[in-house]
Nanobody, 126 residues
Framework: QLQLVESGGGLVQPGGSLRLSCAAS????????IGWFRQAPGKERGGVSC????????YYADSVKGRFTISRDNAKNTVYLQMNNLKPEDTAIYYC???????????????????WGKGTLVTVSS
């Protein structure tokens, strides 16, 4: 059974860092595009970052460029989202998603992703 499990969320002060993990089971991540999405209270789920399976190209939402980094560890079958210089507006539930045929680009949309984790909460507050 294909499963994604996020971890690493928590409470952090503005300017702090967190690293989120997305561990996969039931399939090998390197054959799938992986995206990170987030949903803040009262807002729609939006794309944060995406990494292609074919060449490892990465893409980021403008709001996180220069602060967040997506990476993949094939040996651990895990994708990470390193988040630095966190801001209160980064507060949200973060989800990872996977799809074999999803095309990562600068337009990171939830539509097209077939497999989703249950999310991990990130709260940025002093």
């Amino acid at each position: 059974q294909l499963q994604l499990v996020e971890s690493g969320g928590g409470l952090v002060q503005p300017g702090g860092s967190l690293r989120l993990s997305c561990a996969a089971s039931g399939f090998t991540l390197d054959s799938y595009a992986i995206g990170w999405f987030r949903q803040a209270p009262g807002k729609e789920r939006g794309g944060v970052s995406c990494i292609r399976s074919s060449d490892g190209s990465t893409y980021y939402a403008d709001s996180v460029k220069g602060r967040f980094t997506i990476s993949r560890d094939n040996a651990k079958n895990t994708v990470y989202l390193q988040m630095n210089n966190l801001k209160p507006e980064d507060t949200a539930i973060y989800y990872c998603a996977a799809d074999r045929y999803y095309y990562c680009s600068e337009y990171i949309e939830a539509v097209g992703m077939d497999y989703w984790g249950k999310g991990t909460l990130v709260t940025v507050s002093s």
